[in-house]
Each structure stands twice: as C-alpha cells, then as structure tokens.
C-alpha cells in the first residue's frame, strides 16, 4: 500500500510541473513575407516588414549551383515560391544564422515538393520520410 501512495503521489507531481511549465512554453516562430530571393534550391530570402530572413529549408538538401542538376534545383524552387507570400515555420537555426523551416506557399509544404521532385535528397539529419506531411 505504501507504493501505491509513492505511484500517486508521483503522478500527482508529475502532472502539477507540467501544467506549471505548460504555459511558458513557446509555439515555434512563424515568419509570413514575400519571397524576394532564391539562392539556391534550398535556400530562399523573405522580407517580413522590412527585415530579411535568409530561410535554409528543413529537412532537405538539394545540390549547389555548380554541380549537376543545382541550376535546376534552383529554377524549381523559384517557380514555387519568388515573388509569393510564404509562412515560415522556423525549426532551427544553422551554423550561418539563417532560419531553418518549413516553408508553406498556399497552405502546400514545398520541402516536401522539392524532395518529390527528385531535385533534392532528405536530409538524414533531420526527418523521417512522413513528417512534412502532417504539419
């Protein structure tokens, strides 16, 4: 019987830390802006209210411009997004300071686009073959 109190009262402490912390935790930054810059097929610029975003595109990773098939990684990346409004769902930040996220054109994830179009790999750091889908 004794355990049974510890289990409860364990329960119990569990559940009043997490209500407690619950409320300062934080939904993940959303940039919304026009695309104004492509730099490559993963990487993008955004102006939000006159402050540039540089936006490396999470879980993805498509080829330089200089290597094979990178100048059309780029045009594709374009043709979805340049000169759209976008809502960015920022994930992290990368090692050069750009914000690293999910990019949504039209409520349409274009991480996923980009990797279905076979112009880019998933990044095996990042995510499992399903997680664009139910964002």
Known sequence: M????????????????????????????????????????DTITVLQERIQYKIRLYGIDCPESHQDFGTRAKQFTSELVFK???RVVQKDMDRYGRVVGLV???????????????????SAVFLPSHAFRHL
């Open 84 to 86: 759209k409004q976008v």
């Open 2 to 41: 004794p355990y049974l109190k510890k289990s409860v009262l364990s329960v119990a402490t569990i559940f009043t830390i997490v209500f407690a912390i619950l409320p300062f935790a934080k939904a993940a930054p959303v940039i919304n802006g026009k695309v104004f810059g492509v730099s490559d097929g």
């Open 104 to 122: 949504f054109v039209d409520g349409t994830c274009i991480n996923d686009d980009a990797h279905q179009s076979c112009l880019a790999q998933r």
